[in-house]
């Protein structure tokens, strides 16, 4: 990537307006993944100075401001302790440190990559965004909407409720890119399952009116449970994994995934 020059805007205002003015003009998070790209940018806009790289705790939630690292969410003490630690678990699986010191959130939120290893865990934990111009949209809504967001990323808001998790990531090494992953969380009153590198973008399915949330479920309800999630998540094919593959994970990891949660208190 060639870069023309670069604007650190000041504030959000500033920082939306440089962003909306030509094609040309693009947004930069820690730029591990922009700079892959061969294009011409006219102008980077970096957001190190608008204060986005901090972390903010309350009773109810965990703020993640977009310009934190994966390095720091991974190493957050609050973070580990929500979904039992599947955000961290996963983000552990993404490269190595060096690269988790300068990928950012924004940009893994943003980007939307199909293959991401970050996005399903939030999912999972029905985590919000916070954006400069639209406001808080739900991670939900985001990933299913098919529309490009051109906005600023400010922050994602992680809900602290009592939660148990599963993690999976399956991938050919541990540097390579997920073949699928796979999250179950379950909370007081909702089970979902959330399916990641199907190849495409993460999907998820709340599974709660198949269980009873007191009771560890039976083999039969396992077999409905998966089946909803394959008939409700489609999954494909691509250079590095068939679709029948992707089934076949998803139906062990699906069941296992879902045989943890229920068996474990929250
Ligand atoms: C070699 C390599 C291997 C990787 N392997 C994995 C993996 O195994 N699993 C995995 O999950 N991920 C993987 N990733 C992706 C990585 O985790 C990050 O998601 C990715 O690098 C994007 O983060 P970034 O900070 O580099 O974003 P950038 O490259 O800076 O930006 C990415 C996109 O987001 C936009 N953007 C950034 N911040 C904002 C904001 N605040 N508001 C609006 N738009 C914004 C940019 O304009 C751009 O379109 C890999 C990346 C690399 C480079």
């Not at 580990?80 to 950012?104: D, K, P």
């Not at 965004?129 to 939900?140: I, K, N, P, T």
């Amino acid at each position: 990537m060639k870069i023309a020059s670069l604007y650190r805007p000041k504030d959000v205002e500033d920082a939306l307006k440089v962003s909306r003015e030509s094609t040309d003009t693009v947004v930069f998070g820690g730029g591990a993944w922009l700079k892959l790209s061969p294009r011409l940018v006219k102008r980077a806009v970096l957001l190190d100075d608008m204060d986005l790289a901090t972390i903010e705790t309350s009773d109810d939630a965990i703020r993640v401001g977009a310009m934190c690292t994966l390095r720091m969410v991974e190493t957050h003490d609050a973070i580990a302790a929500i979904g039992s630690g599947i955000i961290v678990q996963a983000l552990r699986q993404v490269m190595g440190v060096g690269l988790r010191n300068i990928a950012t959130v924004g940009g893994s939120v943003m980007g939307k990559y199909g293959f991401s290893d970050v996005l399903p865990p939030l999912l999972a934990l029905d985590a919000k965004l916070m954006f400069a111009d639209a406001g808080e949209v739900s991670l939900a809504s985001f990933m299913a909407s098919k529309k490009r967001m051109n906005d600023i990323m400010l922050y994602v808001t992680i809900p602290r409720t009592k939660s148990v998790g599963f993690f999976k990531k399956v991938s050919t090494t541990p540097l390579d890119f997920s073949l699928l992953n796979i999250t179950v969380c379950k909370t007081r009153d909702r089970v979902r399952v959330v399916l990641g590198s199907r190849p495409g973008g993460a999907m998820h399915q709340d599974v709660t009116s198949r269980l009873d949330l007191n009771t560890i479920p039976d083999e039969k309800t396992l077999d409905d449970v998966v089946r909803e999630v394959l008939d409700a998540i489609p999954l494909g094919q691509n250079v590095r994994a068939s679709k029948l593959y992707r089934e076949q994970l998803a139906k062990t990891y699906v069941r296992r995934g879902v045989k943890e949660v229920m068996s474990r208190e929250g």
